[in-house]
């Protein structure tokens, strides 16, 4: 079956080391997105990607990359994590940029915690 | 004021029982998103609609674009439906890949 997944389910990581979280599609969407969600919050979104082209939402930190090396995979990378980064992190992918004309398909999202 | 309200934030029901999710909008918006995540999973897409009446199973969704409004139902309800359900519009503008949450409602069907 077509789908979103990321990896890992969950990560733990240190106050400060780089943690790379990983997500991968097998529906060929050109768009990919990172949501951040933290315990009972809505999701925020960090940025997306439409094929190559890198959006960054104006109040992501500096602290949060991200890379898509090819269609199907993509990577949120945080450099120096601290402890309000815990988090649930959502991949998501959509068929065309408009969320006015394509749903979302999600992937069952990484928690990390920081210690 | 948040733009996408839902009520009510928290549902409880019994087994069988045919359950209502309301979702008002104050953004002009063409379609709209009803989203359903599990405790500590991801989260699932049930239904985009821009008009009238979708259904899957045992879901219902149904929308007014002129009122703003949408609502989720859910016949026979089952314990596998507790979960968070989440209506989410799309933002508009020029960030089109952007989706604005309602507060989610969190429903509870005990057997």
């Known amino acids: 079956d077509a789908m979103v997944i990321q990896n890992p389910r969950y990560q733990v990581t240190q106050f400060g080391k780089p943690v790379t979280l990983s997500c991968s599609q097998t529906?060929?969407?050109?768009?990919m997105y990172w949501y951040q969600q933290k315990s009972s919050q809505a999701p925020k979104l960090l940025f997306h990607y439409y094929d190559k082209d890198f959006n960054n939402e104006a109040d992501t930190p500096d602290n949060f990359q991200s890379r898509r090396p090819n269609t199907s995979f993509c990577f949120l990378d945080i450099r120096s994590p601290g402890l309000g980064d815990a988090a649930m992190y959502l991949c998501a992918t959509s068929r065309v940029l408009s969320t006015q004309d394509s749903p979302l398909h999600f992937g069952n999202g990484t928690r990390l915690t920081v210690t | 004021k948040n733009e996408v309200e839902q009520s009510p934030q928290n549902l409880t029901a019994q087994e069988g029982e045919f359950i209502t999710i309301n979702c008002s909008y104050s953004v002009g918006i063409s379609a709209l998103h009803w989203l359903q995540q599990h405790p500590g999973g991801g989260i699932v897409s049930l239904f985009m609609?821009?008009?009238g009446k979708k259904k899957h199973g045992r879901l219902i969704a149904t929308i007014n674009i002129q009122e703003k409004h949408s609502s989720l139902h859910i016949t026979a309800s089952h314990p596998r439906d507790s979960a968070v359900y989440i209506c989410?519009?799309?933002?508009?503008?020029?960030?089109?890949?952007?989706?604005?949450f309602g507060q989610g409602t969190i429903l509870t069907v005990h057997p």
């Open positions: 609609l821009s008009s």
């Open positions: 529906l060929n969407h050109n768009v």
């Open positions: 989410a519009a799309p933002s508009g503008g020029t960030s089109y890949g952007k989706l604005t």
